[in-house]
């Protein structure tokens, strides 16, 4: 088939210049959407009177019939025809004549790509929910499952104060409802349909961009033909959801990577989702989570790959753009396979309930509870800070813990000290009495875990 430009060009291309310009190698993934779109277009071509009817019927069957042969494998795509878009224009017009080089007006390539970008997008997004939604349940149900179990919470890694594990869990749980949020938000300006700009001024024939918009389940038409040709803002917003998703992946594998650590002993990773070495017979190394921890970098890469590319270029289209589409194959893949991965590893993971009681009430953990006893009893905080200090103080200075104290011990420090000090002094009354809004405390966590399945509908 001859170039679309041909009739400008007296020469041909060079077939180096066809292997370093093609893009089929890779946007042929996007079949499904150009066949889709080219539908939509031709009854509205046809609707409208620019092409008759009965031209139209036949390109929508041939495009059918492209679908069936890519769908069984028998399609075979050219490098020389550039792209996908050329790929099933110079197969339709084989297959049914010149009705096919129909198919082409009132649209060019520029809001051709837009839109089957949009339409992937939009897949991809709704995926992406589906697998959210998948992974919140299972964070909730974990949780609801350990509202019995205390660990310690962390600042600068450093024990701080004790938790329950149900509230941790439900920490991830809240990172990803927002990330849901935002890929929710993102459809409103993902779904916008730009077919109909042409190249990037219009068109003098009378097209109905609104019937298109209907067709193809667009809430909203493009206002401006020249932003919608050269506008990627929808994928860049894409690529930022999938990065600051995967950063909370990011920093959830990271906690089990710690966790299944001899240091922390706090999880054990069932073996169907761990590896082991090809050395040291006795390790099992947490890969799954390395693993998406490490695929987080490539998110990133590619939110910042499409941002260079954008930076510069003035309008409207320019071929820089046909760079937008690799970066963003690459990280809907990621997202889906680690959010497939993800829940199936975190049903795989055991709690060690006795060593994280332990270690939540270690290291001086409840010395915020004792500074609050002290505030009821009527001192100023800072007071009480100092007075809970010196008592920890004392107790490296001694080889003791909390526990270790009596009462007389105890109001040395001050006399505002009675025996119920020692109701507050143990992890698991920290927790329970944590009862504010948000708080670690069961009753606040299982009302959260309520209010969190409430909007998972």
């Avoid at 964070?139 to 609801?144: K, N, S, T, V």
């Amino acid at each position: 088939m001859k170039k679309p430009w041909a009739g400008r060009f007296s020469g041909k291309t060079a077939k180096s210049v066809e292997d370093f310009t093609e893009s089929v190698s890779f946007d042929k993934r996007l079949w499904k959407y150009d066949i889709e779109g080219s539908i939509a277009h031709a009854k509205m071509l046809a609707r409208q009177g620019i092409i008759a009817k009965r031209d139209a019927d036949r390109i929508v069957r041939g495009l059918k019939d492209i679908r069936m042969e890519i769908e069984e494998g028998r399609f075979r795509f050219s490098a020389g025809l550039e792209d996908i878009h050329m790929n099933i224009e110079a197969a339709l017009i084989r297959k049914i004549g010149d009705a096919g080089g129909m198919l082409h007006t009132a649209r060019s390539r520029n809001d051709q790509v837009a839109l089957d970008l949009r339409l992937y997008v939009r897949d991809s997004v709704e995926a992406i929910l589906t697998l959210l939604s998948s992974l919140e349940t299972v964070l909730a149900d974990m949780a609801e499952g350990a509202l019995g179990i205390v660990m310690p919470g962390y600042t600068h890694t450093q024990r701080a104060q004790p938790v329950l594990l149900a509230h941790h869990l439900m920490a991830y749980a809240q990172m990803l409802r927002r990330d849901r949020m935002r890929f929710v938000d993102s459809l409103k300006r993902i779904n916008v349909l730009p077919l109909g700009s042409c190249a990037l001024a219009g068109t003098v024939l009378p097209v109905d961009r609104q019937y298109v918009a209907s067709l193809l389940k667009f809430d909203s038409v493009s206002d401006n033909s020249m932003d919608s040709v050269s506008d990627r803002d929808f994928a860049l917003e894409f690529l930022f959801c999938a990065a600051l998703l995967m950063m909370h992946v990011s920093r959830m594998a990271e906690e089990i990577i710690l966790w299944s650590s001899e240091e922390f002993g706090f999880i054990e990773i069932a073996d169907a989702f761990a590896t082991g070495s090809s050395i040291m017979p006795q390790k099992k190394n947490p890969d799954v989570a390395e693993l998406m921890r490490g695929k987080t970098g490539r998110v990133y890469g590619n939110l910042m790959n499409l941002l260079t590319v954008m930076k510069g270029l003035p309008l409207t289209y320019n071929r820089d753009m046909q760079e937008d589409k690799e970066p963003l194959f690459d990280t809907a893949d990621t997202i889906k396979a680690v959010l497939s991965i993800l829940p199936e590893m975190l049903k795989n993971i055991t709690f060690n309930t006795g060593r994280l009681i332990q270690s939540s009430d270690a290291a001086f953990s409840t010395a915020t509870d004792i500074a609050e006893y002290l505030v009821k009893k009527g001192l100023p905080f800072r007071t009480a800070h100092e007075i809970t200090g010196r008592i920890v103080r004392f107790c490296l200075a001694n080889d003791k813990q909390f526990s270790d104290l009596d009462i007389a011990a105890y109001r040395s420090f001050s006399p505002k000290i009675e025996e119920d000090v020692f109701d507050v002094i143990s992890a698991l009354a920290s927790v329970n009495a944590k009862k504010s809004y948000g708080g670690t405390s069961p009753i606040a966590v299982k009302a959260q875990i309520r209010r969190f399945r409430k909007r998972l509908i």
